[in-house]
């Protein structure tokens, strides 16, 4: 069967060959109401180009397999307009007004369009009316959208087949710049010049409650959408509109994942903060966690984890809130099991100090001073002053339990963000004197003499500390 022909396709064995043009117009065809399908706005979708430059074959069957709101549909009719704009499908109903068509993709395009959730259960006659629009003397591209319910490989066992999934429909940091350049009147007078970096004072639209707000960078709108389309939208027209986009997230995503029975396991996994196989690996056997857990290609592949300009994956904010808001409301406890279990994961797999950021982030103070007691002489060693920024951010009753030695206090005004700030004592050092000496020398004594890190943080601590205020026979002891 040639592809690039535009050649018929085979009938499939035991459905009686092409159907005839009258049955093309059944239900689970756009041809009827294909307008209302997606917002056109008189553009391509903003990851086209990227989708189009991807390598294919000649097929003429696309599958969209992505969650509303990120423009699937949208996709889909700029693929099919790339292969050649056929002729709309005939007889498909009355013709829409002049008026209604406005944008860049007019019936001959959205007729062409299969949704899925339209197509009732019947997959036998569906695959029957996919194959007549194939087979359609017209010629043309024809494209399938849906969730996770449409049956991708009943689909490509009968027809020539390329696929669609989030990734290809969420866009980039960079797609995002592109597209709020391009509809700048659509969204925000000076909203160009501002992702260019041309202009500085640009204050935006007044938000909520009369405040006025600067519009957000691309990577500001990225980190909270993941690049779902919607929710870019309102971000690019409302800096301030972080709710009104995390709700048009949420309905979309909770389709998304419907009644998937791994949808327990992708909620728990929203409490790590950063993705790689080994962190989710620490994080399934953690005894606090008790599910089987979730692979990284899992998430990828739903879209629920975006690639960063660092190379790591992570899962949007917005996306992030959504599921973890479920327990947050119902089960505290089990709130506080899974960010205790992903500090520990995460602590496993990138390090104590991003361990630490984490558990700050979380605002988990338990943990911090448990991390804190336990690593603090690797973090002093590695990097005091990225240790003096992380006592700087500490609410004062989690401060004041790490205190009992003074060192916090002491770290904290002898770093700065680039190193230790040494500064020699302007009299003679009197160790007997030194307050936090004494302390310190007191602390090692009642400590039972066990090779543990206390021990150790304690040792190095006084060695440290009397090297610094001049002490140095103590500090030789």
Same mark, same amino acid.
């Given at each position: 069967?040639?592809?690039s @022909?535009?050649?018929?396709?085979?009938? /499939?064995?035991?459905?009686?060959?092409?159907?005839?043009?009258?049955?093309?117009?059944?239900?689970?065809?756009?041809?009827?109401?294909?307008?209302?399908?997606?917002?056109?706005?008189?553009?391509?979708?903003?990851?086209?180009?990227?989708?189009?430059?991807?390598?294919?074959?000649e097929?003429?069957?696309?599958?969209?397999?992505?969650?509303?709101?990120?423009?699937?549909?949208?996709?889909?009719?700029?693929?099919?307009?790339?292969?050649?704009?056929?002729?709309a499908?005939?007889?498909?109903?009355p013709a829409?007004?002049?008026?209604?068509?406005?944008g860049?993709?007019?019936?001959?395009?959205?007729?062409?369009?299969?949704?899925?959730?339209?197509?009732?259960?019947?997959?036998?006659?569906?695959?029957?009316?996919?194959?007549?629009?194939?087979?359609?003397?017209?010629?043309?591209?024809?494209?399938?959208?849906?969730?996770?319910?449409?049956?991708?490989?009943?689909?490509?066992?009968?027809?020539?087949?390329?696929?669609?999934?989030?990734?290809?429909?969420?866009?980039?940091?960079?797609?995002?710049?592109?597209?709020a350049?391009?509809?700048?009147?659509?969204?925000?007078?000076?909203?160009?010049?501002?992702?260019?970096?041309?202009?500085?004072?640009?204050?935006?639209?007044?938000?909520?409650?009369?405040?006025?707000?600067?519009?957000?960078?691309?990577?500001?709108?990225?980190?909270?959408?993941?690049?779902?389309?919607?929710?870019?939208r309102?971000?690019?027209?409302?800096?301030?509109?972080?709710?009104?986009?995390?709700?048009?997230?949420?309905?979309?995503?909770?389709?998304?994942?419907?009644?998937?029975?791994?949808?327990?396991?992708?909620?728990?996994?929203?409490?790590?903060?950063?993705?790689?196989?080994e962190?989710?690996?620490?994080?399934?056997?953690?005894?606090?966690?008790?599910?089987?857990?979730?692979?990284?290609?899992?998430?990828?592949?739903?879209?629920?984890?975006?690639?960063?300009?660092?190379?790591?994956?992570?899962?949007?904010?917005?996306?992030?809130?959504?599921?973890?808001a479920?327990?947050?409301?119902?089960?505290?406890?089990?709130?506080?099991?899974?960010?205790?279990?992903?500090?520990?994961?995460?602590?496993?797999?990138?390090?104590?100090?991003?361990?630490?950021?984490? @558990?700050?982030?979380?605002?988990?103070?338990?943990?911090v001073?448990?991390?804190?007691?336990?690593?603090?002489?690797?973090?002093?060693?590695?990097?005091?002053?990225?240790?003096?920024?992380?006592?700087?951010?500490l609410p004062?009753?989690?401060?004041?339990?790490l205190?009992?030695?003074?060192?916090?206090?002491?770290?904290?005004?002898?770093?700065?963000?680039?190193?230790?700030?040494?500064?020699?004592?302007?009299?003679?050092?009197?160790?007997? /004197?030194?307050?936090?000496?004494?302390?310190?020398?007191?602390?090692i004594?009642?400590?039972?003499?066990?090779?543990?890190?206390?021990?150790?943080?304690?040792?190095?601590?006084?060695?440290?500390?009397?090297?610094?205020?001049?002490?140095?026979?103590?500090?030789?002891?």
């Amino acid at each position: 069967m040639s592809r690039s @022909a535009g050649g018929s396709v085979p009938a /499939r064995s035991g459905r009686g060959g092409t159907a005839p043009a009258g049955q093309q117009r059944e239900s689970g065809l756009l041809p009827g109401a294909p307008l209302e399908l997606f917002d056109d706005p008189g553009s391509a979708h903003p990851a086209l180009d990227r989708f189009l430059s991807l390598p294919s074959g000649e097929e003429r069957l696309l599958i969209v397999r992505a969650p509303m709101g990120t423009g699937g549909p949208w996709l889909a009719a700029g693929w099919i307009a790339a292969g050649g704009v056929p002729e709309a499908v005939p007889d498909a109903g009355p013709a829409p007004s002049a008026d209604s068509v406005t944008g860049l993709y007019g019936p001959e395009v959205r007729s062409r369009i299969v949704v899925w959730d339209q197509a009732g259960t019947d997959l036998d006659a569906f695959i029957d009316r996919v194959g007549a629009l194939l087979d359609d003397p017209h010629g043309g591209r024809v494209a399938v959208v849906g969730g996770f319910e449409i049956p991708v490989n009943e689909l490509v066992a009968a027809f020539p087949t390329r696929l669609a999934g989030p990734t290809d429909v969420l866009l980039t940091e960079g797609e995002i710049e592109a597209y709020a350049a391009r509809e700048q009147d659509r969204y925000r007078p000076g909203l160009q010049a501002h992702v260019r970096g041309e202009a500085t004072g640009h204050r935006g639209l007044a938000g909520a409650g009369g405040l006025a707000s600067k519009p957000l960078t691309p990577l500001q709108i990225h980190v909270r959408t993941g690049g779902w389309l919607r929710a870019v939208r309102i971000l690019l027209t409302d800096p301030l509109g972080s709710r009104t986009a995390r709700l048009a997230i949420m309905s979309s995503l909770m389709r998304w994942l419907g009644s998937r029975p791994d949808r327990d396991m992708i909620e728990t996994a929203a409490f790590l903060p950063e993705f790689t196989e080994e962190t989710l690996e620490a994080f399934r056997v953690h005894p606090l966690v008790g599910l089987p857990g979730v692979a990284l290609s899992g998430l990828q592949e739903l879209g629920l984890v975006v690639p960063c300009t660092d190379g790591q994956w992570r899962m949007p904010t917005l996306v992030r809130e959504i599921l973890q808001a479920s327990l947050t409301d119902t089960d505290p406890q089990r709130v506080r099991e899974l960010t205790e279990a992903a500090v520990d994961a995460t602590t496993a797999d990138a390090g104590v100090e991003a361990t630490v950021e984490t @558990a700050v982030r979380k605002r988990s103070w338990r943990r911090v001073t448990e991390l804190l007691h336990d690593h603090w002489i690797d973090l002093y060693l590695k990097n005091a002053p990225a240790l003096a920024r992380i006592l700087e951010r500490l609410p004062r009753h989690v401060l004041g339990g790490l205190e009992g030695t003074g060192l916090a206090s002491r770290l904290v005004t002898s770093t700065r963000p680039t190193g230790m700030d040494y500064r020699p004592s302007l009299t003679p050092p009197d160790y007997a /004197r030194d307050e936090l000496a004494q302390r310190l020398r007191a602390r090692i004594t009642a400590t039972p003499l066990v090779a543990n890190r206390t021990t150790v943080t304690y040792g190095i601590a006084d060695m440290a500390h009397c090297r610094l205020s001049g002490h140095y026979t103590e500090a030789a002891e």
